[in-house]
């Protein structure tokens, strides 16, 4: 169900803002959309969610209601501070948005254009299940506005999507992505690597499937193993093996090779599209750290450098706003530091890259000996700008903690 809050300071009931918050009216606002239902729960996952026997009384058939009564909320609240401004990027994710009806999705992101409204040519994604995609469901989805669809293939080979409790056949992945091809959205495949049991020549063999399906964008992430999952119980008890980062090592190198080989290149650690018109617009929004919403259960928020989060369980989430309270549990405003290092942690992710001068001037020192030791791109680095080279990806955080300590 999700891993814990963080701390911070109890947000107000009203979900008002605080008076000396500059907001700027012209910089980019995305939303995010969260869908907290599952059929059932993968092994790796921490994320907040939640199967049928965990809902204790939240109804998953009123929870586009109770969602559109969060956008309303939003829009009072952020009127009192600024020009509302359009939607630039919406993101459906969770959790299985797919498992609601297409209906309910389409209400909830005409509430966001009624409420905010949307820039012209807005970046509509929906993430998906393979098995939970149909050609009626991406038809009603694609008419609704949605632009794109985030498909969760994880891996082609059935002993390692058994080892992460996905439920859906490798076959059913190519019938997702030629649905959303004839409804006309672009298409996105997420693949996971370093499964227990996943051999190299098992990632070789996703990677080409993957590779046949022609996507616009492919996201490859090393598999993690988060605290209080069923997985990380596993591997306590030694019934599993942990990840080998070597072997994560060689998988990534694998990737860059065929990905880049198939079209596709790298603009975020891990992330390659076919071209920058198909990059993920709303997740390069979180790397350059600009203004979101994110409204459901668990959502998180940031606008103008204030970061609030909101109560977990769908449950207490209905009975919050139901009740004309915001749902937000805490809120925190980081200090100038703590955003030096935040922005220094994630825009050196980009292929963009990071500006030097955005490192502390006592840190700067350290560039000469990265580009030595091949972490940083020598040429981009003279020009001003930090990106990291193929070795420097692999040992990104390194990069990071040389940037920073």
């Known amino acids: 169900m999700g891993a814990a809050l963080p701390l911070g300071d109890p947000a107000p009931r009203d979900g008002m803002l605080p008076k000396d918050l500059v907001i700027d009216a012209d910089a980019a606002f995305g939303v995010y959309l969260h869908v907290p239902f599952c059929r059932v ?26 969602l559109l009564g969060e956008i309303e909320h939003a829009g009072r609240v952020l009127a009192v501070r600024a020009p509302l401004r ?57 008419d609704a506005g ?135 617009l709303h997740n390069l929004a979180y790397w350059r750290g600009t203004d979101w919403w994110g409204f459901g259960p668990g959502a998180h928020s940031h606008v103008a450098g204030l970061r609030w989060w909101n109560v977990k369980h769908p449950a207490a989430y209905a009975a919050r706003l139901a009740a004309g309270d915001s749902p937000a549990a805490g809120r925190e405003r980081p200090d100038a530091a703590s955003r030096a290092l935040e922005k220094v942690l994630l825009r050196s992710r980009i292929r963009e890259g990071l500006p030097i001068l955005e490192v502390s001037e006592d840190r700067r020192g350290a560039v000469p000996a990265l580009i030595a030791d091949g972490l940083i791109d020598g040429a981009r680095a003279i020009s001003g700008v930090i990106v990291l080279t193929m070795r420097g990806r692999l040992l990104a955080d390194a990069v990071v903690r040389a940037l920073t300590d």
């Open 41 to 66: 729960r993968c092994g790796y996952c921490d994320f907040n969610t939640y199967t049928a026997s965990e809902l204790r009384g939240a109804r998953q058939d009123t929870y586009a209601d109770t």
């Open 146 to 280: 949605v632009t794109r669809m985030s498909i969760g293939m994880q891996s082609a080979v059935p002993h390692v999507l058994a080892a992460l409790d996905r439920t859906h056949r490798p076959e059913n992945v190519e019938t997702a992505v030629r649905a959303a091809r004839s409804a006309g959205l672009k298409v996105s495949v997420d693949l996971i690597y370093g499964a227990p049991g996943e051999r190299l020549e098992d990632w070789e063999r996703s990677l080409g499937a993957a590779v046949a399906l022609e996507p616009d964008h492919v996201s490859a992430y090393a598999l993690i193993i988060e605290e209080g999952t069923k997985l990380a119980r596993q591997i306590r008890r030694g019934e599993v093996p942990a990840p080998d980062d070597d072997l994560q090592a060689d998988m990534y190198e694998m990737a860059e090779s065929m990905l880049t080989a198939a079209g596709l290149g790298w603009y975020e650690v891990s992330n390659w599209a076919r071209t920058d018109a198909d990059r993920s």
């Open 86 to 142: 359009p939607a630039a990027t919406v993101f459906f994710g969770g959790g299985t948005p797919t498992l609601l009806p297409a209906g309910d999705l389409s209400r909830m992101l005409s509430g966001v254009r009624d409420t905010f409204g949307m820039t012209p040519g807005a970046e509509v994604t929906v993430e998906a299940n393979p098995d939970t995609v149909t050609p009626r469901v991406v038809a009603e989805l694609a």
